[in-house]
């Protein structure tokens, strides 16, 4: 009987050990796992490479846009000013369908949190599926925390530049999403 239950309580114990892995990976997203990855080319010009990372490695594609945590990271392979940034974001809403009035209070917000992106630079969004923070480095091993964003709503609107189905750009959607 003692052995029964010393075995249990091992068995208990690695459980409660094998967990705490996923969980502090869960945590850092920079240990996540690509699910995709893609070019951005517009005529001749190289714009940006991106990455789509999850805990997992996969993304669940469904009416959400943002299911559950997930990173999209950009290194920019040109200079951008917050302006041209600003200027991007809001238009791509506006082929999305969101209202003027609501994407103009959306960019209020990132004219704060944006700044002016040198090439080679990262800026990186992650989000726990509700809610989301942006970072910016000219190298990952020092990211820095710039903004965070608070509203759902704006929250999956931002992604859905890129994981929207209706997105402007749909070929490089299927890369990222892993569905090449």
């Known amino acids: 009987m003692r052995a029964i239950l010393i075995t249990g309580c091992l068995i208990l114990a690695s459980n409660v050990f094998a967990a705490r892995p996923d969980e502090e990976t869960e945590g850092d997203w920079r240990k996540w796992n690509a699910v995709g990855q893609a070019q951005l080319t517009m005529l001749f010009f190289d714009i940006y490479q991106s990455q789509l990372l999850t805990p997992t490695g996969s993304y669940a594609v469904g009416q959400d846009i943002t299911p559950h945590p997930l990173a999209l990271s950009i290194t920019y392979q040109r200079d951008i000013s917050?302006?041209?940034?600003?200027?991007?974001?809001?238009?791509?809403?506006?082929?999305?369908?969101?209202?003027?009035?609501?994407?103009?209070?959306?960019?209020?917000?990132?004219?704060?949190i944006f700044p002016d992106i040198s090439k080679g630079h990262n800026l990186t969004y992650v989000t726990d599926g509700s809610q989301g923070e942006f970072f910016y480095t000219s190298d990952l091993a020092s990211m820095k925390s710039i903004g965070t964003v608070e509203e759902e709503l704006m929250n999956d609107a931002f992604l859905a530049i890129w994981l929207s189905p209706k997105t402007d750009y749909p070929q490089l959607r299927q890369n990222l999403i892993g569905e090449q």
Do not use: I
């Not at 200027?87 to 009035?101: F, I």
């Open 82 to 112: 917050r302006s041209q940034l600003l200027e991007a974001t809001q238009e791509q809403w506006q082929k999305l369908g969101y209202t003027d009035n609501t994407t103009q209070a959306w960019v209020g917000q990132l004219e704060a």
